[in-house]
């Protein structure tokens, strides 16, 4: 059935000669809407760094390649029907998880934490996990009654505790959670009764205490910190003081492109990675910050219809938790450099400086690509 | 389970998840609002506050430091001033290899092996951008040979500083002290706010007594900066126009000194490099118009720098170069305090006018053999207390020790100042020492050793033993004698000027009281005695007095430094020359109307009436108008 579509497909395409732009993007399985907002957030992201890396073309150049790769990617993973990905999931996911293990016992050291993996190429197993564990979650229930049974969430929780505990053992409690948060947002959008959501939002409060015990002196300090920065104004507390000082001096409209003092008088710590949101702020006031998140609106907006235009369990799921983790992502970060949530080392997607995380990003679209123009085929 | 998989309602599941998907959306929407709603709190509403924030985020205020204040003779001429020289400076993050390049500033001998360990850390410890000065004060020759080969040395300059200068060198080095870098002491002792900026502060003498009015107060400028308080270029004008206004530092203020160049010189040089000082003042006000301590530095080296080995050069010379004896040093005062005794014997009646002793050469106690001897073995004959001050005779003050007894010598020895600080506007002057019964008492531990011997008051007399006295104090002493006891508190500084009003604060002499003896022949006499032994025809300085061309009055004195056995020949040859005695000499002039008194103290002199006297009339001839021009 799978190869029939294929072939089919492909039939139709040779045959129907390329006539305009929009025949193009649908022969390359590329979503229209999501591909102009991503490239429209790129865009911006590119204008914002080159400002907030103290007009640093390099560095610029260095992150429209990495755009490029995960541009890339994006179309690669978008040729790949989503009954190919289904199937793969779980090599996928057990993968991962060897990949996690190795990069516990055999990973490289930076920054006082294991994250790298180095097999030709640096990179970081966790990135994988953020796609693989809302995959592993969703495969697990296209087989299985909406909503979900008691036994069954008891299976999806060990699927996503296993690789967040190991992410969090690196320690990378960011990421760790972000991926409980992507597989968890798999069991919501599946249907599961709202007594069992609270029920389990109410497990989080001993939840809570037992991961402070877990936490690392630097993350215990960024929560004491988010309570009260102005105790450690020159500590811990100045990376929020600092941003909270760009973004508020922005006012409406900001103080033009380059111009923003605290960015460029170094005194805004991370400028050009997690805190470049403030740059934003300073830069383009509130009015610069308004068409961003507008535009990350959008393309979650453009995410979620997608999920509901999906055919199947599997599919609908995967692009519902893509879309929302992808939301979760924009409020983390901005929550967190406007000073309403401790520090947490989340990127702003597809603004701030960084490599992996993009690539990441860019082929979780492309599954969402994949899942919208592979359905029409697919009998019903 | 899955076996039993019960078939999917795939539009009941997308019903389902359109639900959720709707309840998604409402969340993101709510918490995306959150983020809106914050940013608005920021933006708007606190705009202004952050605004102001970053404002003062972009501006550092730097110390500018006051140009310290000069310091003049009593006739204007210049002892210490600031000279502009160029400094070499090097900033850490600009040098590639910091070891190398400090050891290629060696090898062409622009600083010094030693130190480069001391420039490392230097280099290492503060703001990578600061600069740190690798040598004070370039000669033109250094200057030249640098700046051939600057393209060698990246991160490596010469700037201009203003450097203090003492361009009489040694001549003041004590009296006018000088400067040094600032030390972690001097950080803690001085206020911040006042020394920011500032490099070096007074160490010793004049330079540290009066810091407070030499300093100035720091101005300061403000600078655009970055949060690693590098300054940034201010290409932002409207960024200047709101800048606060910058306060132009206060100058300190300048001093003029009751020193007087040419007096200062002549006693240097008559000291010949000797160990010894030289105090000379005018007796009717205090003002001290010399204070010489012989062997001295050159204080330049303090204050532009100078090697570690120079400096313990300095501080491990065994002749103490550092060590400023005229205010430091104590002395037993030997002889020279007979006058004030004599006095204290006339008022107390412990001897009279003619009274005689017959003078063997020694003096014996009742019942105790030891001798006490006199300084002419042979002895003076028969001598009144004019011949005893005259002649200097100790049989003479031997036998009425006796009478008038150490707590009468402690009393009036007091009252012309000596064993407490003379109040001299300097800081850290010794207070001597004239010992009592009750010093004895309280300052000993063992039953024996508290209580007061006889032979102690015996030896009192002629100004030995415990007694110990300053040439400062002795030049004050020989003041009050010239004034028939009133007595002025010794001072430098005799004004105070706003360097830029040009106003100056005047210091007037400071009357201290009098001695008071009731009977003013007793004056008449003890200064009579003391004219002798300059110009009387056995006085013991005759040989230098008879060539006065004024009236002069003195008294010599000689203080043992090791006690000489018993029936032991004092053989001043054979002695080594630093186990002689201490030749000190007081004196005052004109004879009528004093108007310079001297003491003058040269560390194993062997004689104060014929190495000591001749350098205090060298004073006073230069002071009184006589003075050689060869001295110069």
């Known amino acids: ?380 | 389970m899955s076996l039993l998989s019960p078939i999917k309602d795939h539009h009941a599941e997308r019903r389902l998840f359109i639900g959720r998907a709707i309840l998604a959306s409402v969340v993101s929407i709510f918490l995306l609002g959150l983020v809106i709603a914050r940013l608005v709190q920021l933006q708007v509403f606190d705009h202004e506050l952050f605004a102001k924030k970053s404002q003062g985020n972009r501006v550092r205020i730097e110390a500018v430091p006051p140009i310290r204040g000069l310091v003049f003779d009593r006739k204007g001429r210049v002892i210490a001033e600031n000279l502009p020289a160029y400094q070499l400076e090097l900033i850490p993050e600009q040098v590639a290899d910091l070891d190398d390049t400090l050891r290629r500033l060696a090898a062409i001998n622009l600083i010094n092996v030693d130190d480069i360990p001391r420039f490392t850390a230097l280099s290492q410890s503060g703001q990578q951008f600061k600069p740190i000065t690798l040598k004070f004060r370039l000669t033109d020759e250094e200057i030249a040979n640098f700046a051939i080969q600057r393209p060698r040395f990246a991160g490596v300059d010469f700037q201009p500083r203003l450097v203090r200068h003492y361009p009489h060198g040694a001549l003041f080095a004590h009296a006018a002290g000088y400067v040094g870098a600032l030390n972690t002491n001097d950080v803690k002792r001085l206020d911040p706010a006042r020394y920011a900026g500032t490099s070096h502060t007074g160490k010793t003498g004049v330079e540290n007594s009066f810091e407070d009015k030499l300093h100035g107060d720091a101005g300061f400028r403000h600078l655009i900066t970055n949060a690693r308080g590098r300054q940034v270029p201010a290409n932002t004008s409207e960024l200047l126009e709101s800048l606060p206004t910058d306060e132009r530092p206060a100058p300190g203020a300048n001093l003029h000194l009751t020193l007087d160049i040419d007096v200062q010189r002549v006693a240097f040089n008559a000291l010949e490099g000797r160990r010894g000082a030289v105090v000379a003042l005018d007796p009717t006000t205090g003002e001290i118009l010399a204070l010489v301590s012989t062997p001295s530095f050159d204080p330049n080296l303090f204050a532009v720098g100078m090697s570690t080995s120079q400096y313990s050069e300095l501080r491990d010379s065994p002749d103490r170069p550092l060590f400023n004896r005229a205010v430091l040093g104590t002395y037993p005062p030997g002889s020279t305090i007979k006058p004030m005794l004599s006095l204290a014997a006339l008022e107390t009646g412990a001897t009279n006018l003619t009274r005689k002793s017959i003078c063997i050469g020694y003096f014996q106690l009742e019942g105790d053999d030891h001798r006490y001897r006199d300084w002419k073995p042979e002895g003076h004959g028969p001598v009144d207390l004019h011949d005893a001050i005259a002649q200097s005779c100790d049989v003479y003050f031997y036998e009425i020790s006796g009478d008038l007894g150490i707590d009468n010598m402690h009393e009036y020895l007091t009252r012309f100042g000596l064993g407490s600080q003379t109040g001299i506007d300097v800081l850290g002057e010794r207070p001597g020492l004239v010992p009592s019964r009750e010093w004895k008492r309280n300052n000993f531990r063992d039953r024996d050793n508290k209580r007061w011997y006889h032979g102690e008051t015996v030896i009192a007399s002629i100004g030995q033993g415990f007694m110990l006295a300053t040439p400062l104090q002795l030049a004050s002493a020989a003041g009050t004698l010239a004034m028939r006891g009133a007595r002025y508190r010794p001072h430098l500084v005799a004004a105070i000027e706003d360097p830029l009003s040009g106003q100056r604060e005047l210091i007037e002499p400071e009357w201290l009281g009098d001695v008071a003896i009731a009977n003013e022949f007793y004056w008449d006499n003890v200064l009579g005695a003391m004219h002798d032994v300059m110009q009387g025809p056995r006085g013991t300085a005759r040989a230098v007095g008879s060539g006065a061309p004024y009236q002069m009055a003195g008294k010599s004195g000689t203080a043992q430094v090791i006690s000489i056995a018993q029936d032991e020949e004092y053989d001043e040859d054979e002695l080594e020359e630093r186990l002689r005695d201490h030749a000190l000499f007081i004196s005052y002039a004109p004879f009528e109307d004093p108007r310079i008194a001297v003491a003058v103290i040269v560390e194993n002199g062997s004689s104060g009436s014929g190495v000591a006297a001749p350098i205090a009339k060298a004073v006073m001839d230069e002071y009184l108008g006589y003075g050689d021009d060869a001295t110069q």
């Open chain 1, 1 to 380: 059935m799978m190869r029939l579509s294929e072939t089919q497909r492909m039939l139709a395409h040779k045959t129907a000669p390329l006539r305009s732009f929009s025949g193009l993007v649908r022969r390359l399985n590329v979503d229209g809407p999501l591909l102009g907002g991503l490239l429209l957030i790129c865009a911006f992201g590119l204008f914002v760094l080159y400002s907030a890396a103290g007009e640093n073309s390099r560095l610029l150049i260095n992150q429209a390649v990495r755009l490029g790769i995960a541009l890339v990617a994006m179309l690669v993973v978008a040729q790949l029907p989503p009954d190919f990905l289904r199937r793969w999931t779980p090599w996928a996911y057990v993968g991962g998880l060897v990949l996690l293990i190795l990069v516990l016992t055999k990973g490289d050291v930076g920054q006082g934490a294991r994250r790298w993996l180095d097999i030709g190429v640096r990179f970081q197993p966790s990135e994988a996990m953020k796609l693989a564990v809302p995959m592993m979650t969703a495969w697990f229930l296209h087989d299985r009654q909406i909503p979900p049974k008691l036994g069954h969430l008891v299976v999806i929780a060990v699927l996503i505790a296993i690789p967040t505990v190991l992410i969090a053992k690196q320690p990378d409690l960011g990421t760790s959670l972000l991926i409980a948060a992507s597989g968890i947002i798999v069991i919501i959008l599946a249907g599961i009764s709202f007594k069992l959501i609270f029920g389990l939002g109410a497990l989080c409060v001993p939840g809570a205490l037992v991961l402070w015990n877990f936490m690392q002196d630097y993350q215990k300090q960024r929560v004491l910190t988010l309570f009260n920065p102005d105790t450690d104004p020159l500590g811990a507390g100045y990376n929020i003081i600092q941003s909270k000082i760009a973004i508020g001096s922005g006012g409406l409209f900001g103080k033009g492109w380059t111009n923003g003092s605290q960015a460029h008088l170094e005194f805004l710590p991370e400028r050009h990675t997690d805190f470049i949101f403030a740059v934003l702020g300073e830069e383009f006031g509130l009015f610069g910050v308004l068409v961003l998140l507008v535009l990350y609106m959008f393309v979650i907006g453009r995410g979620l219809y997608i999920a509901v235009e999906a055919h199947d369990t599997f599919s609908r799921l995967l692009a519902g938790s893509i879309s929302l983790t992808f939301l979760v992502y924009v409020f983390v970060n901005t929550a967190m450099v406007t000073g309403l949530i401790p520090v947490v080392g989340v990127p702003l997607p597809l603004v701030s400086f960084g490599g992996t995380s993009m690539v990441t990003l860019m082929a979780g679209f492309g599954i969402l690509m994949s899942i919208h123009s592979h359905r029409k085929l697919l009998p019903h």
